[in-house]
């Protein structure tokens, strides 16, 4: 905003950790990687129906705050696409549109589409919710890589090691709704 001629920026001072460093090197219990999934869901649920894509979810971007809430930041890759109001022919918006074969996100956490520079929508945030659900139950990522290219090519054709390949005990349930997430066909995954 604007007050006196002097622009300005209001931001959430936030406390508490990323959930990158709460992960890093360790898996959490499956119980709270629920709770935080189901946190991380939710926030999506409602930045998507508010037509906007996130295109970069990963641990760095998620806050876990001191009180327990969750925290869904950095949309400066985010893609908007209001829907047109009930009735409306067209909407009046005309968002700037990403080049074609332009790959937008972090590797590791891009759904397949958007490695291939192909367009990224609300499915391509469930694939990168899958690649953190996955991380936080197993305490690895699902298709880590020495070099970005190769984890790229990994996320293309190759499956994650299972859930019970890393030791972890955890429902089938769970397993199945990760693999779910993870599927290489955008249009086979949760909507």
Not at 113 to 133: K, P, T
Request: with cysteine.
């Amino acid at each position: 905003g604007q007050e006196q001629g002097l622009s300005f920026a209001v931001t959430e001072l936030l406390d508490g950790e990323t959930l990158h460093r709460r992960v890093t090197g360790s898996a959490l219990p499956w119980r709270k990687a629920v709770e935080i999934g189901v946190a991380i869901a939710d926030g999506l649920a409602a930045a998507h129906a508010k037509g906007i894509t996130h295109r970069d979810l990963k641990p760095e971007n998620i806050f876990l705050t001191a009180d327990g809430r969750v925290k869904i930041l950095d949309f400066g890759l985010a893609r908007v696409e209001p829907a047109a109001p009930p009735g409306a022919a067209t909407g009046s918006y005309h968002p700037a549109e990403t080049d074609p074969g332009t790959v937008m996100g972090t590797a590791g956490y891009m759904a397949p589409e958007q490695v291939r520079g192909q367009r990224a929508d609300v499915r391509s945030d469930i694939f990168s919710l899958g690649c953190v659900l996955y991380e936080m139950v197993t305490g690895q990522r699902a298709f880590a890589r020495e070099t970005a290219v190769e984890t790229m090519t990994a996320i293309l054709h190759d499956e994650p090691a299972d859930v019970a390949d890393s030791g972890k005990k955890v429902p089938l349930e769970l397993e199945r709704v990760i693999g779910h997430c993870l599927e290489k066909n955008a249009a086979a995954r949760f909507h």
